[in-house]
C-alpha cells in the first residue's frame, strides 16, 4: 500500500476558513476527494490520511462520511475536544468509527504553554486506552515544550507533522536541527516529510533548498519512522502535487526499496493501524 500520510478536504467558508487568507486566494475553494483522487493515481499511490482543518466535532463528522464514501481515504485524523470532562464518554463513542485512527489540536497558533494545559495533558492520557494517535502540529519555537509532552507519555504514538515547519526561506537550521534531534530521541515519536514547500519561497523554491533538512530528518528518525505526505490542498500555494510528491520521492530514490516503501506507506499504516 503506497500512502499519502497527510492532506485535507474542505468545503471552503470564508468566516471558519479565515486561516486562509488573501495570500492563499488559489486555496479559497472546495477540496473533495473527486479532485484530489486523480493525482494520486497519476503517481500510483493508493490511499490517504485526511486531516482535520477546523476544529470541530463537525470536521470529524464530515471526513468520516467522506471516508466511508470513498474506500482509498484509508484513515481519518479527527479533531475532539481533548480539554472536556466528558472526552471518555466521547471517545468510547468514537471508537466505533473503524476509520478514525487519531486526532489533533492545532497547536502552532499557541504559546508552547499550551502543551502545558492540565485539562489538555488528561485528555492525551486518554488516547491510547483508545488506540488513538496524536499528530503534533507545531513550529520550531514550540520543540523543547514537545519534548517535555511528549516524553510524559512514552505509551501514547506521536507523530510530528511537517517536520515541525522549519524556517526553510530563510534558511534558518541550527535551532530547529537541535530541536527536532531532542524530539526523535522519544521512540514514540514519529514524523511526517510533509508541508516543506510553503515553509519555502512559495514562488522561487529550488530542490536543494529542503536537502539539509530531509537529510537531518532522516538522520533523526530514520527510516522506520518517517511517512511521506503532500499536505494538499495547501501545498498548491507553493507547488503541484506531483512536484510535491517528486521532491520527497527524488530524495529517498538512492534509498532501498524496502526504505522507501516504508517511508512511502507502511509506516503510515503502522502507525495509524490500517488494514490493507
Not at 468545503?11 to 471558519?16: H, I, L
Not at 499550551?114 to 485539562?119: C, K, L, P, R
Request: proline residues 5%; contains cysteine.
Amino acid at each position: 500500500m503506497t500512502l499519502d500520510s497527510h492532506q485535507h478536504f474542505w468545503n471552503f467558508d470564508p468566516v471558519r476558513d479565515s486561516w486562509i487568507d488573501h495570500t492563499m486566494k488559489s486555496i479559497q475553494r472546495n477540496f473533495l476527494p473527486i479532485d484530489l483522487k486523480p493525482e494520486l493515481e497519476k503517481k500510483g499511490i493508493s490511499g490517504c490520511i485526511a486531516v482535520q482543518a477546523d476544529e470541530s466535532i463537525n470536521e470529524t463528522q464530515f471526513l468520516l462520511s467522506l471516508a466511508n464514501e470513498n474506500p482509498w481515504i484509508k484513515g481519518v485524523v479527527g479533531w475532539v475536544d481533548l480539554h472536556s470532562p466528558y472526552l471518555e464518554h466521547q471517545l468510547e463513542k468514537l471508537k466505533q468509527e473503524k476509520k478514525l485512527v487519531g486526532f489533533r489540536k492545532i497547536l502552532q497558533s499557541l504559546p508552547p504553554t499550551a502543551m502545558e494545559d492540565s485539562a489538555f495533558l488528561n485528555g492525551i492520557g486518554l488516547l491510547s486506552k483508545y488506540g488513538f494517535t496524536y499528530d503534533i502540529l507545531i513550529y520550531p519555537k514550540h520543540l523543547e515544550a514537545a519534548f517535555l509532552f511528549a516524553k510524559k507519555f512514552p505509551d501514547q504514538k506521536f507523530v510530528v507533522d511537517h517536520l515541525a515547519k522549519p524556517d526553510i526561506k530563510s534558511g534558518e537550521y541550527e535551532f530547529w536541527s537541535k530541536g527536532i534531534q531532542k524530539l526523535s530521541d522519544l521512540p514514540n515519536v514519529w514524523c511526517k516529510v510533509s508541508g516543506m514547500v510553503t515553509e519555502a519561497d512559495w514562488n522561487n523554491w529550488k530542490s536543494h533548498d529542503f536537502t539539509p533538512y530531509l537529510e537531518h530528518a532522516d538522520h533523526c528518525f530514520g527510516t522506520e519512522r518517517l511517512m511521506y505526505g503532500s499536505d494538499w490542498p495547501v501545498c498548491l500555494l507553493a507547488g503541484t502535487y506531483s512536484q510535491v510528491f517528486d521532491l520527497a520521492f527524488e530524495h529517498y530514490q538512492s534509498f532501498s526499496l524496502h526504505e522507501k516503501e516504508r517511508i512511502f506507506g507502511k509506516n503510515a499504516q503502522k502507525f495509524y493501524g490500517l488494514q490493507q
